[in-house]
């Protein structure tokens, strides 16, 4: 197992090129089940999760090739196997997308109840809820969900209680092929879904309401493979704004999306960052002291849970004052503050909000990540610090960000991933 090394004090200058979005890359790569033929997807980032679906994929009989840089070709002409076991998706909740493809194309599936950062519950009930509506009948056994459809499914209105992200593109990519139109109300609005979208309407899809919180899908018999393009990771992106403003320097982002990023951009200037914004491109530093700003996470567009972690990093580092950062999508989001108390921040929680109190100098410290944007945290806080900073289990940052460690040393980081020993 590797550990990072990150010797802290030194701010970043340079440029780096932002990898296409996970959270859209495991979407449109279970899209591909959806029909016959060659789908070539572009921008794909070399992520653990990445090689976790397409081993998933390869499972189900397709046949997944890498091409030149990171273009993959999938050949879906052939699914001979209907099951996606526990030791396949226990590392990635996403996994269960591949669901809403399996019953739509082949009336039959038979999914391991999905894995993943214990950062909630995230329950799929949204999703099994929706396949009911559309004529499926589902069953939960030894843990696993397993669901048939007696023929084509059949369009239907759902409702979410709250916006799903997941349950939102499991639902959209099965009412691409059921009989009749699917409306989904209250529909997740995140970037990743216009670009789910996007892919299915290339493969022939009919879908309205792109970017709203309503969708209507009407089905159709048959689906054609599609070359799509995957958009640009503003988590990875905004992990970048969040550093460079911990550590102090300039740094160029480019390949990247700053319309979608528009509460980040605006607590990142209130807090006293200097940002510029191109059509794809961010010029981003910071020469003064940071200001306290207060968040709420919020679904799209108001500030991501996924950029929640990093923030706070940032926030420990103020010249002083409270900022009061509020979760409202996961209740168990906050296992990152125990570790960044470690390293010298003031943070308390009370329920869902955690007080942090700036002001302080953080110093380096062993510390152990325990998910993926936690993880990231930890990372700017280390880049932030006084001293050697090491981060354990970093297995958790692979599942998310392509080649961390060289874009950092890239930008005048002192990082090093290392063996750890016993």
């Known amino acids: 197992m590797e550990k990072l090394v990150i010797e802290g004090g030194h701010p970043l200058h340079g440029e ?9 890359t495991l979407p449109l790569l279970a899209a591909t089940m959806l029909c016959a033929g060659t789908h070539v997807i572009s921008n794909v980032p070399n992520l653990r999760d990445t090689r976790t679906i397409v081993k998933l994929l390869r499972s189900f009989g397709l046949e997944c090739q890498p091409d030149a840089g990171s273009e993959w070709r999938i050949c879906a002409d052939k699914i001979d196997n209907f099951e996606a076991s526990y030791d396949l998706v226990k590392t990635m909740r996403a996994s269960v997308l591949v669901l809403g493809p399996l019953l739509a194309r082949c009336g039959v599936a038979r999914v391991s109840l ?28 030894e843990g696993y969900v397993e669901a048939k459809s007696p023929g084509r499914l059949q369009g239907a209105d759902i409702c ?6 997941t349950g939102t593109e499991n639902i959209l990519m099965a009412a691409t092929l059921a009989q009749g139109r699917t409306v989904i109300k209250n529909a997740a609005r995140e970037p990743e879904i216009a670009n789910l979208i996007d892919m299915l309407t290339g493969m022939g899809a009919r879908i309205e309401g792109r970017g709203s919180d309503m969708l209507a899908i009407d089905g159709v018999k048959e689906l054609r493979p599609a070359a799509t393009a995957i958009i640009p990771d503003r988590i990875e992106t905004g992990t970048y704004l969040i550093a ?16 979608h990023l528009p509460m980040l951009l605006d607590k990142l200037r209130r807090a006293g960052m200097e940002i510029e914004v191109g059509n794809n491109w961010l010029l981003a530093g910071r020469r003064g002291h940071l200001s306290n700003v207060d968040i709420k996470t919020m679904p799209y567009p108001g500030f991501p849970t996924d950029l929640q972690a990093q923030i706070m990093a940032l926030m420990t580092l103020t010249n002083g004052g409270l900022s009061v950062i509020q979760e409202t999508i996961f209740e168990n989001r906050f296992m990152h503050v125990a570790e960044l108390n470690r390293m010298g921040a003031h943070i308390r929680i009370e329920g869902r909000n955690a007080i942090v ?22 990372v700017i806080a280390g880049l932030a610090a006084q001293g050697i900073t090491e981060i354990s289990r970093i297995y958790h940052l692979e599942r998310g960000y392509d080649n961390l460690s060289a874009k950092l040393i890239d930008l005048g980081a002192r990082v090093e991933q290392v063996q750890e020993t016993a």
């Open 357 to 378: 109190r700036g002001g302080g100098l953080l110093a380096g410290a062993r510390v152990m990540a325990t998910d993926l944007r936690a993880s990231a945290s930890l």
């Open 244 to 259: 460079v403003g911990a550590t102090g320097g300039e740094i160029r982002i480019n390949n990247c999306r700053p319309d």
């Open 16 to 24: 780096i090129r932002i990898s296409g979005a996970k959270n859209a």
């Open 160 to 165: 979410f209680d709250i916006p799903s992200v």
């Open 114 to 141: 999905p894995g993943g950062c214990a950062i909630g519950a995230r329950p799929i009930d949204f999703h099994l809820q929706g396949f009911e509506k559309m004529g499926a009948t589902i069953t939960l056994r």
